[in-house]
């Protein structure tokens, strides 16, 4: 099982800030099977980003994706209110998993 | 527009059964599979497993063997997802999801459509 390491656990910015979460694979993932989901307390997740890089609908440019083999990024270039949340990864290229996730705070 | 609404909040004793319902729309059911997500209280997301809506066929993550079961009823475009034997340590939030596509044609296999979750709360 492809294990995802998601850090850091908690990330404390302010509004405006850029943030950068960090998702690491306990062995090589293809580009193309690795998202981002936005969860809001109460809420079911919200897809971000699919195939490493690629926005889902309706998903502002603020959002990008990078990364390859065991390395992967998001990142908000500049943190809005409504931004604070948690951030998983999930890898669909062998099996599935999901990261253990980040929470993006207000500082 | 794609629609995945889900059965309500649940309240079961240890050892009874639930059978958590998802009913889609704005697609061809059979079109796509079901995959189900547990998500306990203050925990991250565990992928559960999924159904082949065409053939039925079951897939089932680790730690998710033998007491959960998937099916689906196409006259309703309704996927379920049943647990037996229910323990306290099963209290957690169930979403169906569904990947990602254009009308009919899945395009990539990230989970775009999710259901509000299903609440199963055991206790005695």
């Known amino acids: 099982e492809i294990v995802l390491t998601q850090s850091p656990g908690t990330l404390s910015l302010s509004p405006g800030e850029r943030a950068t979460l960090s998702c690491r694979a306990s062995q090589s993932v293809s580009s193309s099977y690795l998202g981002w989901y936005q969860q809001k307390p109460g809420q079911a997740p919200r897809l971000l980003i699919y195939?490493?890089?690629s926005r889902a609908t309706g998903i502002p440019d603020r959002f990008s994706g990078s990364g390859s083999g065991t390395d992967f990024t998001l990142t908000i270039s500049r943190l809005e209110p409504d931004d604070f949340a948690v951030y998983y990864c999930?890898?669909?290229?062998?099996?599935?998993?999901f990261g253990g996730g980040t929470k993006v705070e207000i500082k | 527009q794609v629609q995945l609404v889900q059965s309500g909040s649940e309240l079961k004793k240890p050892g009874a059964s639930v059978k958590v319902s998802c009913k889609a729309s704005?697609?061809?059911?059979?079109?796509?599979?079901m995959n189900w997500v547990r998500q306990a209280p203050g925990q991250g997301l565990e992928w559960m497993g999924w159904?082949?809506?065409?053939?039925?066929?079951?897939t089932y993550a680790q730690g998710f063997t033998g007491r959960f079961v998937f099916s689906f009823d196409t006259s309703v475009s309704t996927a379920y997802l049943q647990i037996s034997s229910l323990m306290p340590e099963d209290t957690a939030v169930y979403y169906c999801?569904?990947?990602?596509?254009?009308?009919?044609?899945?395009?990539?296999?990230?989970?775009?459509?999710w259901g509000q979750g299903t609440l199963v709360t055991v206790s005695s």
């Open positions: 195939g490493a890089s």
């Open positions: 999930q890898q669909h290229g062998s099996s599935r998993t």
């Open positions: 704005g697609y061809t059911f059979t079109s796509y599979a």
């Open positions: 159904i082949n809506t065409n053939s039925g066929d079951p």
């Open positions: 999801a569904r990947v990602g596509g254009v009308g009919d044609t899945p395009i990539f296999k990230d989970f775009e459509y």
